[in-house]
Structures are given as structure tokens and as C-alpha cells.
């Protein structure tokens, strides 16, 4: 599958998930802040990936809300070094400068683009 | 028929309010499969079918649910409606009795909903009618177990409500008061006249009564309503004492 055949399938996704206009799916755009996803959303959206590119996704592999949960990885609203530590590994292929600097837990959502969905999947595909 | 070419699963559908309520949705055209312990027997009527499951078993939902999404292709109406009781003072009370009921009114309810929202979701569409009971809210002594279940049903009503919402689906819950069912027999056999009086309405309700409104909440009209708990009574739960009146 090309590149573009990717992001094809996943801005389909994104527009069935989300009610959003094609334009607006652009590879920058993040998915809460541009695109108005909410918790369901990123559920949602993993189960029409798995339907359109035929696999499975482990949970909390794409999002990987699951470090929120993890013991002492927030203080006070942010993010500790150890949590940090986590988004760095999981989130291995993204910029998280931003969030290092400002590492509130509202950020974290902000790292959540379309182009992190595909450049995701690409590493899928193969 | 206003529910042409729709897919209904109601839980607990072999008799009772659960029977009823499967034969009005199948009366507006949807089908429906009834999800119970024991073949009801007889033919039934056109438009519903018979599944065995017991609401306890996630793993039997989530091959029921699927099963009526492969065949169907879709899934438009879940009624969570199976329920027992297992009345005896707290005080004596045993743990079984206690697990049975929570498992049977309040786990099954969330069995079924799991498989269900997630197709509903993905078409965008689909309407989870839960049915409780106004011992959610009122006291029944004896009743421990199932006023819990209950109240939890209708928690989980508006929780999974507001989850399910931005995606089209709709969550309501029906409170129905005495109705005239197996389940309420002993009841109204041991209270005699005096429970009826006490009924507002001074009449029980019928499994036609609590129908009705399952059918409203899963019509188009009713898109906007989630969230919610009708209370159908007889004005039984906010009746006071009445001396002279
Ligand atoms: N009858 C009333 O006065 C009354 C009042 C308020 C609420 N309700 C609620 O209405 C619903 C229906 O009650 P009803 O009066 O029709 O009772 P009912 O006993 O006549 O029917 C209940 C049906 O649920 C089925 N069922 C029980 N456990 C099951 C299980 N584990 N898996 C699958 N099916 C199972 C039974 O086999 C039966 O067919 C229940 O949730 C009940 O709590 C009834």
C-alpha cells in the first residue's frame, strides 16, 4: 500500500468517526483540539481502522491513554519524568519537545494528529 | 409500520413484559429475537425468533449480539429487560441471592450493551432501552438486591448515555411499578386490594403499559431523549398517604 493509499484509508476513518469535512482532515491537524474528538471518538476510530486495514490494534497501542492510569505517572495535573519517560517510548516516532516543555495532561492530546495515525498504520502495513 | 426493516434484540423475551414488548416492536415491522433461558413454546408470532442465552454469560451476548449483526447486518434496538428477584430481608439474606440478582438485572444489562453500542456506533445509530423498576427509588422491604440492581441500571443508563451520544445512539431507562406479570404474583397476591388502592391510577399496570413506552423511546421521534427514566406507575412513587382524600 503507498503512502498516500494510507492516508487516504485513514482520513475515510476520520471523517466517518468524526462527521468532519475532508478538508479539515489535513496531516497536522490534531484530533481533539482541530477535529473535536472526545473519548468515544478514539474508540471508534480504532475499530474502523481494524475494519478498513483488516488487523487488530492492541489497545492503548495508537492512544496510549493508558499511561494516564499508571501509578505515579501524574502529579498535580502534569506529567512526572517517569510519565514522560513512558509517552517518550510508546510515542517513539513523535516530537514530544512541546509537551516537555508544558507537560500538562490536557497536552498530551495535542500530540494526537492525523499524520501520527498514518505514519502509525504505515509501520503496520509495512 | 414504523419500524420497518429495523433489528431488535430484547432480553428476557419469552414472557411477561419482556414478551410484550418484543410483540409491539415486532408489530411495527422490526425484527425481533428474544434472548431467554427456556424456549417459550408455541409458535410465535411473525417476526420474532427465539434465541437461548443466558444474560449472565458475556461470552453468550457477545455471540448472540454478533450473531444477529452477521445474519442481519445490523442491530437497531436493544432492550436490556431480563430480571428476577430474590425478596428476603437483608438480614437473612445470602450472598448467592445477593450475586443472582445483581448479576442477572445489572450484568446483564451491561453484557449485552457492550456488543451492541459498539455496532450501533459504528452505524451511527441505535437505541438502548433499559428496563428498571421504581424500586430504584422507593422502598420495598426485602428488596436489597433488586432496588440496587435497579438504581445501578439506571446509573449505567445515564453513563453510558453520555458516552454513546455524540455518536447517534440513545440511552433510556423505563421505571415500570406493579405490573401484572409472574414476577409481581405473590406480591399482589399477599398485599390483596389494600396495594391496589394504594395505586393512584387504582389499577396495576399491564405488560402493555410498559410496551408502549419501550416503543416510544425506539421510535424516530424520540432521537433527542437519552439519558433518561420514565416512570410508568400509575403515579404509584409519588403517592403520599391519602387520609380522607
Ligand atoms: N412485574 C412487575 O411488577 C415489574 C415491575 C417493575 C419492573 N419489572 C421489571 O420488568 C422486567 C420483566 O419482568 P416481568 O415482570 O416480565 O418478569 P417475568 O418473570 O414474567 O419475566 C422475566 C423473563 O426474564 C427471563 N430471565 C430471567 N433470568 C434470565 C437470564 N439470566 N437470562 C435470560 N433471561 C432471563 C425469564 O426467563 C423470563 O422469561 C424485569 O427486569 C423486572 O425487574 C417488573
Known sequence: MTDQEIFGKVKECLIDALGVEDDEVGPEATLVGDLGAESIDFLDIIFRLEKVFDMKIPRGDLFPEDILLGEGNIEDGKLTEKGLAQVREKLSSLDISKLEKNPRVSQISNLFTVKMIADYMKSKVG | MRLEKQVAIVTGGARGIGRKIAEVLASEGAKVFIVDLADPGGSLPQGMEFIEGDVRSPAAAEKIVTGVVDRCGRLDILVNNAGIVRDTLTLSMERSAWDEVIETNLGGAFNFTKPAARFMIARKRG???????????????????????????????????????????????????????????????????????????????????????????????????????????????????????
Open chain 2, 127 to 245: 437505541r438502548i432501552i433499559n428496563v428498571s423498576s421504581i424500586a430504584s427509588r422507593v422502598g420495598g422491604k426485602g428488596q436489597g438486591n433488586y432496588a440496587a440492581s435497579k438504581a445501578g441500571i439506571e446509573a449505567f443508563t445515564r453513563t453510558v448515555a453520555l458516552e454513546l451520544a455524540p455518536k447517534g445512539v440513545t440511552v433510556n431507562a423505563v421505571a415500570p411499578g406493579l405490573i401484572e406479570t409472574e414476577m409481581s404474583e405473590r406480591v399482589r397476591d399477599m398485599a390483596g386490594n389494600a396495594l391496589r388502592r394504594a395505586i393512584p391510577a387504582r389499577r396495576y399496570g399491564s405488560p402493555e403499559d410498559v410496551a408502549a413506552v419501550v416503543l416510544f423511546l425506539a421510535l424516530p421521534g424520540a432521537s433527542y431523549i437519552t439519558a433518561q427514566t420514565i416512570v410508568v406507575d400509575g403515579g404509584l412513587s409519588v403517592a403520599g398517604p391519602r387520609p380522607g382524600a
